[in-house]
């Protein structure tokens, strides 16, 4: 089943199902390989079997079939406390009764390091993530974000070589989350650990993770770099996960190479590129990025299709336009255009004409 | 600009200031009084709302205990009857039968008191005070007061050919000591002491010591007791804790069936269990397990005691811990788990030590209610299995010595307290979780 690549990594998971109650799969066959040093984000909707995936992998739960492989050993059959496995909590777990100090310690007693290592390690792990002066205090003591930074320590402290961390920045505000993402990603880097982080959100996805595996319905929708996965959905529903996306449904008209022509339910013809559509006459749902989409003639091509629009909302964001035009029956097309000089502010009623570059709009699989 | 706001200020006498500089609402009434009046009746109403049971527990409760701890050094009785033989024994030395004018004043005492109305009579509450320090005391008192009237001097002769008690120093000891409105007799009784010849407390001879001893198995039963309900309540809270909820409350109501069931109905069970032709041990015998010329005593003494009582108390083990397990997310053992530790561990270093408030609560629940357990004890305890509450029930009961009830009823109340106080000191109260 493992191909040879898959068995190169540090992480593999080979065939996994898990099944909770014997009649459904929560994880239907997944494969996946982890190398070493990579950041892996598992992205998917709640339900969509990507905690369950991260918890077969620290040991808590069971795979009801198939293997998962650490560094080439099979370990499904070896209880959580001798994976070696370093993990951070969705809501970080840190031991009340201890002081920081104590909660980073634990890890070292339990394999039995000795006390001037223990302090040694303890003063490094915390000074990692800045805390270094919240030593003696209680986690009750501390904010959600000093929190957080402590879990992290703590999973990091007895250096493991793979951390799992469960949507760990949760319970943090906006402003606090990024700032944790960039500094979560700079440890993983600088450390060279290899990172399997689970999240429902795309924005943290995109920003941090080497590879993304999109999950939904127990299966890895598509694994990919987060800038292919933006840029390229393979399906529809990654395409609509990820990122904000307009869709229309039409059906294949013409297919040369690297580009189709779709006709859309209201008529009017498209460019788009074929992805996961092989023949003419195929019912398709086409998808175009907000920012791909074009209203000024002259950066098109000369051959392009042009669709009529009419401009419902003109939404001023700052640094985007956002306007949300009725497009061949859709009111909800919106169009981003960047707060330029030369930009058109369309008002209410406008009509244009719209069109983008053939490989912008993914003509995808639609779903009945 | 600036100029008229000052003279409107002036005018107005302000708008949130009074002529004095003190704030004052836009009606122009002092902002410190309207704020009182506003939060009076805030005041009124949660006044109103505790009243009633404040009112219930200051007539059910706080005034009863007050009662009964001034019961225990109350001593109106050979003041209020003998008033004048006090006053002529005041310079009596106690070495020998008072002089002849003790026993005069005595006489006048007596026959006063043959004056009173039959209720209101004082002699005979005397004798009955006098029986607690000296038995035959009271029947010396009534034989002699039925023969008062009769009495001529030499009033010594008379006295002691009544009874003659009388002509004994002891007696008269007694009635000097005792001859005052407080009295701590009653609590030198209670920890085993006596009064000796030179009024010095001095211990009981060895087979009349009772309540130390008592309170010492009292001590040890609730110990005992606490550490049964634990190590069995702990397990079972913690299944019921990772239980779904659903299951948990079906099996709590196993756990609460002690509450539900009626005492009569409990112990009886509990006889036809544990008697010696009983299920029990006629199971142990028919299994081999014991001889049956060697059945086990299961009730009756301690082991009775103990087996009901913490059958009866588990709930108030069960529940502080259930509810403080419940709260204890099972991420702190993965927690524990992932960070390299054995189950074993985990359990011990991160999951039993947030258990701690949860235990507290339950022991201290357990064993207060169980130092002052009285029916479970009465009925299967047997001789061995008695605490120091059947023996204040059986002074009040039957002894009628009131007194010597209350002072041993404030001692097992100040025990407790000073025992509660310890474990805050220790542990805290402010940890606890009582559910």
């Known amino acids: 089943m493992a191909t040879a690549q898959e068995s190169e990594g540090f992480v593999v998971f080979d065939g996994v199902q898990k099944s909770y109650d014997g009649e459904t799969l929560v994880v239907k066959d997944l494969n996946l390989s982890v190398a070493k040093g990579e950041f892996l984000t598992m992205l998917g909707p709640s339900g969509s079997g990507k905690t369950t995936c991260l918890m077969m992998l620290a040991g808590f739960e069971t795979a009801t079939n198939g293997e998962i492989l650490l560094d080439s050993r099979p370990i499904n059959s070896v209880p959580p406390h001798k994976r070696g496995i370093g993990m951070v909590f969705q809501n970080y777990a840190l031991f009340p009764h201890m002081t920081v100090g104590e909660n980073l310690s634990f890890p070292l007693e339990v394999r039995g390091l000795g006390k001037s290592k223990r302090e040694e390690k303890i003063k490094r792990a915390l000074d990692m993530v800045q805390m270094g002066a919240f030593m003696s205090r209680r986690p009750a003591q501390l904010s959600g974000g000093q929190q957080q930074r402590i879990a992290l320590a703590r999973a990091l402290v007895f250096e493991p070589e793979l951390v799992l961390m469960d949507e760990p920045l949760g319970a943090l505000d906006k402003q606090l989350r990024e700032h944790m993402q960039f500094e979560i990603t700079r440890l993983a880097h600088d450390l060279g650990i290899t990172t399997v982080y689970v999240t429902h959100d795309q924005t943290e996805a995109l920003t941090m993770s080497d590879n993304v595996a999109v999950f939904d319905d127990g299966r890895i929708q598509q694994l990919d770099p987060p800038d292919v996965l933006y840029e390229e959905p393979s399906n529809s529903f990654v395409a609509q996960f990820i990122g904000e996306n307009n869709t229309m449904d039409g059906v294949i008209k013409e297919i040369k190479g690297e580009s189709c022509v779709v006709q859309l339910d209201g008529g009017a013809l498209i460019d788009a590129k074929p992805v996961n559509v092989s023949k003419v006459g195929e019912r398709t749902r086409v998808s175009i990025r907000p920012e791909r989409v074009e209203a000024n003639r002259d950066r098109l091509d000369a051959d392009a299709h042009l669709i009529d629009a009419e401009v419902m909302e003109f939404i001023y964001m700052g640094d985007v336009f956002r306007t949300r035009l009725k497009v061949a029956g859709n009111e909800n097309f919106i169009m981003k255009t960047r707060n330029a000089p030369d930009q058109i502010r369309h008002g209410r009623g406008d009509k244009v004409q719209i069109g983008w570059l053939p490989q912008d709009c993914r003509a995808l699989d639609c779903p009945a | ?435």
């Open chain 2, 1 to 435: 600009m600036a100029m008229a706001d000052a003279t409107q200020d002036d005018v107005q006498v302000g708008d949130t200031t009074d002529k004095r500089g003190r704030l004052v609402t836009s009606d122009g009434t002092p902002l410190r009084r309207a704020l009182e009046r506003s939060m009076r009746r805030r005041k009124l109403m949660a006044f109103a709302l505790v009243a009633p049971l404040l009112a219930f527990i200051l007539i059910f409760f706080a005034f009863p205990i007050a009662q009964m701890m001034w019961r225990s050094v109350d001593n109106p009785q050979i003041v209020n009857a003998v008033p004048r033989t006090l006053e002529a024994l005041q310079d009596w030395d106690g070495r020998d039968v008072p002089p002849e004018r003790v026993f005069a004043a005595l006489h006048a005492d007596m026959m006063e008191d043959l004056d009173r109305p039959r209720r209101e009579q004082r002699i005979g509450p005397m004798g009955i005070r006098l029986n607690y320090e000296l038995s035959a005391a009271r029947s010396a008192v009534s034989r002699t007061a039925r023969q008062v009237p009769n009495f001529e001097a030499p009033f010594r002769d008379a006295f002691t050919d009544a009874h003659r008690l009388w002509g004994q120093p002891e007696l008269w000891r007694v009635i000097q000591r005792e001859g005052r409105p407080l009295t701590m007799s009653y609590y030198v009784a209670a920890l085993d002491r006596e009064f000796d010849e030179d009024g010095s407390i001095v211990k009981r001879p060895e087979n009349r010591q009772i309540y130390v001893n008592l309170f010492g198995r009292t001590l040890a039963l609730s110990v005992t007791i606490t550490v049964m309900t634990f190590l069995l309540g702990f397990p079972i809270a913690y299944y019921l804790s990772i239980l779904p909820m659903r299951y948990a409350n079906l099996l709590m109501i196993a756990v609460l069936l002690p509450f539900w069931t009626s005492l009569l109905v409990r112990t009886s069970a509990w006889i036809v269990l544990l008697q010696q032709q009983g299920v029990l041990n006629t199971l142990f015998v028919n299994i081999g397990l014991i001889g049956d010329d060697n059945r086990l005593d299961l009730i009756y003494n301690q082991t009775g005691t103990i087996i009901a009582m913490t059958h009866i108390l588990l709930p108030f083990m069960v529940l502080p811990l259930y509810s403080v397990m419940r709260t204890i997310p099972p991420s702190y053992m993965r927690a524990a788990k992932s960070l390299g530790a054995t189950p074993t561990t985990a359990f011990r270093r991160v999951y039993f030590p947030q258990t701690l408030p949860g235990i507290g609560a339950g022991g201290v629940l357990v064993f207060i209610i169980s130092i002052g357990y009285y029916i479970t004890p009465a009925l299967v305890g047997g001789q061995s299995g008695r605490m120091i509450s059947n023996e204040i029930a059986r002074h009040i009961q039957q002894s009628l010595n009131w007194g010597l009830a209350a002072a041993l009823g404030s001692m097992l109340l100040v025990g407790v307290l000073l025992l509660y106080w310890l474990f805050n000191r220790l542990v805290g109260t402010d940890s606890l979780k009582f559910g």
